[in-house]
């Protein structure tokens, strides 16, 4: 890595959901695919001049909002409750790229593409991937901000610059949307999310460091390309490769197995839940709040995990064996900061019904749209799911085989067996969970999210 001090960013040309992320009370992913290149790639200059979200502007939505809570707070005005924005991005996968010329791409992870990676070499169940990422998309297009304001940014960009007659064809439509009241911020499950991201040297204030929570350095070539050593084309500078996952979420079921088995272990629902998570529902650590959730903690991310000790956080806890912290110089001799990711995901779907508690068993489609940014989908998403979360023996603590992660894990596809998870049980013996999948992949594709340079550069381009 180059020192960081000597970088400098042009934030008129970073698209803005890589950095700083837009706003996102409500979402929507379009994808498409390109008919005819040459009649797309006009539109796609347009696109890049008139339409797209720079990280600039993002900066300056995030002030303009911040203001405006502050006038509402003092009373100072009364309405409306949110400012009117909208933000708009677009990046293209393996396919997309290669109809506007650009074959470049050096990660193998994207040139292989998502279905390969989870699906053929994985654990995702084909039949259930939607027909469009089966087929395959070229592109996507995010539109994120207040419903109706970003419902309106759709039908202005679909009419004036897709469709048929300029080349490109919607495939398919999803929409998420935060959760409402003393939930919002929260995925379906109850527990608060997007804890611990990555603050990215030089981009992020040092000064926005809190007593609870850590300023977790990370290098901004690990998140952004063009400012580490790595082998990738000079246009895809400011760029980054974006992971699209729709994963479906079993409430009914979760909350039916916490309360099953957290009496047989001799924990309180609450307990156990937390410690298959790894933080309570509020955020809070369950490593350094191992009994009872504590709001002053919500969103803490100054600790680590005791080497080689699950006495409080089990080895298989998701947030263990998604972002395993001072383990990853433990066991591979490497940076945490290496394998980082910029989550960007959004729930979808209404909230778990009283039927279905009654019932125990999910009938409405509800879950997340999973999104994430890495300057290497190698070291990032694929090497988390792949090494981490889907292997059974990570991390290795011989005698101890932690299991599966108990949120993300799906069972192997030649077996029927259920999922098997090590855990101490409340007087500190241990014990094991079997269950079936909590969350089940719904499919999804990779991209590569350039900079508004290269959307220029690709439309120019003969």
């Not at 439509?173 to 919002?184: V, Y």
């Not at 000079?234 to 409430?251: C, E, I, M, N, T």
């Not at 699950?310 to 066991?331: E, L, M, T, W, Y």
């Not at 889907?390 to 011989?398: A, D, G, H, K, T």
Request: hydrophobic residues 35%; charged residues 30%; aromatic residues 10%.
């Amino acid at each position: 890595m180059p020192d960081t001090n000597n970088l400098k960013f042009d934030k008129d040309n970073i698209q803005a959901d890589i950095w700083p992320g837009l706003l996102k009370k409500y979402e929507i992913f379009c994808f498409f695919n390109i008919a005819d290149a040459p009649k797309f790639k006009p539109q796609l200059e347009k696109i890049a001049n008139e339409v797209i979200t720079p990280a600039s502007r993002a900066q300056d939505m995030r002030g303009q909002t911040f203001e405006h809570k502050s006038m509402l707070a003092k009373g100072t005005i009364k309405s409306p409750e949110r400012l009117p924005i909208a933000g708009v991005n677009i990046a293209f996968s393996h396919n997309g790229l290669e109809k506007l010329g650009k074959t470049d791409l050096k990660d193998p992870a994207f040139s292989k593409g998502q279905f390969h990676s989870m699906v053929t070499d994985g654990r995702d169940q084909e039949d259930r991937w939607l027909n469009s990422f089966r087929e395959g998309v070229d592109g996507v297009l995010l539109i994120c901000g207040e419903k109706e304001k970003v419902e309106n940014r759709l039908a202005w960009v679909e009419k004036s610059f897709l469709g048929k007659s300029h080349g490109v064809n919607t495939i398919e439509t999803i929409r998420g949307e935060d959760l409402k009241g003393d939930k919002a911020g929260h995925e379906h499950f109850g527990f608060k999310d997007g804890i611990a991201q990555p603050q990215l040297e030089v981009l992020d204030n040092a000064k926005a460091n809190t007593p609870r929570k850590s300023f977790r350095s990370t290098p901004p070539g690990f998140i952004i390309n063009g400012y580490d050593e790595d082998e990738e084309p000079s246009w895809a500078k400011d760029g980054s490769y974006l992971v699209f996952r729709k994963l479906k979420q079993h409430v009914p079921e979760f909350k039916n197995f916490l309360q099953h088995e957290a009496s047989r272990l001799g924990y309180t629902q609450g307990q156990l839940g937390a410690r298959l998570v790894g933080r309570w529902e509020s955020g809070a650590p369950v490593e350094t709040n191992p009994d009872i959730d504590n709001l002053g903690d919500a969103e803490k991310d100054d600790f680590d995990f005791k080497f080689k000790d699950q006495s409080k956080c089990p080895f298989a806890a998701h947030i263990r064996k998604s972002r395993p912290r001072g383990d990853v110089k433990n066991f591979f001799g490497a940076e945490e900061a290496k394998f980082d990711i910029m989550r960007r995901g959004i729930p979808y779907g209404p909230e778990v019904t009283d039927d279905e508690l009654k019932q125990n068993k999910t009938t409405v489609d509800r879950g997340l749209l999973f999104a994430c940014y890495q300057s290497s989908l190698t070291n990032g998403f694929e090497f988390i799911t792949n090494s981490w979360f889907n292997n059974n023996e990570f991390p290795p603590v011989e005698p101890v085989i932690p299991g599966a992660d108990p949120i993300m894990t799906d069972r192997a596809k030649d077996s029927s067996k259920k999922l098997r998870m090590n855990i101490l049980d409340r007087k500190g013996d241990p014990n094991q969970i079997d269950f079936d999948p909590f969350v089940e992949s719904h499919g999804g594709s990779y991209f590569f999210m350039p900079s508004l340079a290269a959307l220029r550069e690709m439309a120019q381009a003969k």
